[in-house]
Structure formats: structure tokens, C-alpha cells
């Protein structure tokens, strides 16, 4: 069965700084994807970025990257120069190949402080 | 242009009730998704459909009947709404053979209150 954790249940940034967020999987599929998606406070899921089991660079989305690191199974958001509109509630999943749904872990609350 | 919308965005309901939510999406995808989001934001499958066709049924209620009249429409019908029902439903789409591994675009959620 899969499974993402996130072991970051909030994380406070001060405005301009990067912040990472945590995330690692389980899988014994050896295809999957990995996305990271945000939620602000009016509730809406925005999709941010996403990394592939076979792709070799790490993706990059603006001022999202994903430290994809696979022998350690660990698939981090980072954010560059934080804005005060990047607080939300930010969440990790999975897919593999056989099965569509996404798999999410339970989450990480960034604040961005001024 | 929303991507994927749902109707209503709330619903208060009283127990015992039967309630519908719509999802429509104009992306062209050919899978849609339910997911529900319970009060301490955790997230999950509910029910998948490709094509018209159900593909996942994860272990929900039989309360719970989703319909697909078309690629483009995915409905979830709720009968004898319970307290624990009281959540936010997302409704999904992707087009799994896209580059980008099939990302799934949500819908802005329905906020089910059940009194």
C-alpha cells in the first residue's frame, strides 16, 4: 500500500526566506508521480508542481522546486523568496501507475511572517 | 473560464436528508474523481470514474452512489445524511495520458454540513 509522510505539522518563514517542506513516500511500484498541491485558507486545491519516478532532474515550478531524492524516497517542496500569500495549508501525494487516485499525507501549515 | 466547478460550494442539511452534489469540468480529461475532506484536512479517494466507467470505489457507505452521465460530469447523490458525512467533497479531473503524470485539477469544494 502507498503511503506520504508529513512529519511537518506547521512551519513558520519569515517573508523573503526559502522554506522546505517535508514529504516521503512508500511505494513498491517502481512508476509513480509525486505532486505537491496548495490549500489557502478559502479552501480551493491548487496545483503546484509534480515529479515523476523516472524523470532525472528535479522539477521546477517559478519559485517551487522538488528535491527529489529517490533512494531516500523523499520528494521535498521547496519555496524560494516566501511571500505573505504562500500561507496555506500545503499537502504532498502519490500516484502510481496502476491505480489513479492520489494518496495525500496529512499535510503541512506554513505561515509566512513580515 | 472555471476548469472544474461544483454546485453548491455549501450545503446544511438536516440527518436522514438526501442531498446532491455536481461536479463539471470543461478540461477535456476523461477520469474525475470525488475526494472528501474531513475536519482535520485529510483527503481521500472516495470514488473514481474513466469514461462513464467506475474505477475506484474505496470503501465508502453505500449511502453514497456517484453518476456519470457523461466524461464531463460527475455527480454524488448522498442518502440519509449522517453527522459524520459533514465534511468537504472535492471533485477532480485528469487526463492520465498527458505529460505531468495525469495531474489531477480540483474542483473549489462543497462544504457539507450535516445538523
Known amino acids: 500500500a502507498q503511503k506520504i509522510t508529513q512529519t511537518q505539522p506547521g512551519m513558520f518563514v519569515q517573508e523573503k526566506e526559502a522554506v522546505t517542506l517535508d514529504c516521503t513516500y512508500d511505494t513498491s511500484d517502481p512508476s509513480y508521480g509525486l505532486f505537491w498541491y496548495k490549500q489557502p485558507s478559502s479552501g480551493e486545491m491548487i496545483f503546484l508542481i509534480y515529479?515523476?519516478?523516472?524523470?532525472?532532474q528535479n522539477a521546477t515550478e517559478g519559485r517551487y522546486s522538488l528535491n527529489f531524492q529517490k533512494a531516500r524516497k523523499s520528494a521535498n517542496l521547496v519555496i524560494s523568496a516566501s511571500q505573505l500569500g504562500d500561507s496555506a495549508m500545503y499537502f504532498c501525494?502519490?500516484?502510481?501507475?496502476?491505480?489513479?487516485?492520489?494518496?495525500f499525507g496529512s499535510g503541512t501549515r506554513l505561515q509566512v511572517q513580515p | 473560464d472555471t476548469a472544474v466547478s461544483q454546485t453548491p460550494k455549501y450545503l446544511v442539511t438536516q440527518m436522514g436528508n438526501d442531498k446532491s452534489i455536481k461536479c463539471e469540468q470543461n478540461?477535456?480529461?476523461?477520469?474525475m474523481y470525488w475526494y472528501k475532506q474531513d475536519s482535520k484536512k485529510f483527503l481521500k479517494i472516495m470514488f473514481s470514474y474513466n469514461n462513464k466507467e467506475l474505477i475506484i470505489n474505496e470503501t465508502v457507505p453505500n449511502r453514497f452512489s456517484p453518476k456519470s452521465p457523461d466524461k464531463a460530469h460527475l455527480n454524488l447523490h448522498i442518502n440519509s445524511l449522517e453527522l459524520g458525512d459533514s465534511a468537504v467533497y472535492f471533485c477532480a479531473s485528469s487526463h492520465p495520458g498527458l505529460a505531468g503524470g495525469g495531474t489531477q485539477y480540483f474542483g473549489p469544494g462543497t462544504r457539507l454540513t450535516v445538523l
Open positions: 515529479q515523476g519516478s523516472y524523470d532525472q
Open positions: 478540461l477535456g480529461h476523461d477520469t
Open positions: 501525494a502519490m500516484r502510481d501507475t496502476g491505480r489513479r487516485a492520489l494518496t
